[in-house]
């Protein structure tokens, strides 16, 4: 089992940034691939974006594409998400996620979940 700690939260004005991060603990991550999805208020949680096993693809929300980036560094075991060109509408509390296998946006297919951590973008 790995456990997830997000990180980097925090209120930013409209077109700021903010960098996210998911330390894993327990276990390397460097067996999984990871997910970012996010809750705003009664919302269902969505689909943010995914990075695979090793780095080398990453899939996105059309409604971050161009703005947010994941990266990943298996060596420190460790997910980013950097949050560029916030908008008042990307305000919710974003989780970072763990599954075997392909990237794919689907909530239910990611086993492990952090807490979650306060994204507030002021307009």
């Known amino acids: 089992q790995v456990q997830l700690v997000e990180s980097g939260g925090g209120l930013v004005q409209a077109g700021g940034s903010l960098r996210l991060s998911c330390q894993a603990s327990?276990?390397?991550?460097?067996?999984?691939?990871m997910g970012w999805f996010r809750q705003a208020p009664g919302k269902e949680r969505e689909f943010v974006g995914a990075?695979?096993?090793?780095?080398?693809?990453?899939q996105y929300a059309d409604s971050v594409k161009g703005r947010f980036s994941i990266s990943r560094d298996n060596a420190k075991n460790t997910v980013f998400l950097q949050m560029n060109s916030l908008k008042p509408g990307d305000s919710a509390v974003y989780y970072c996620?763990?599954?075997?296998?392909?990237?794919?946006?689907?909530?239910?297919?990611?086993?492990?979940w952090g807490q979650g951590t306060q994204v507030t973008v002021s307009s």
């Open positions: 990075v695979s096993v090793r780095g080398g693809a990453t």
């Open positions: 996620a763990a599954k075997t296998g392909a990237t794919t946006t689907l909530r239910l297919s990611y086993a492990y």
């Open positions: 327990e276990r390397t991550i460097s067996d999984y691939a």
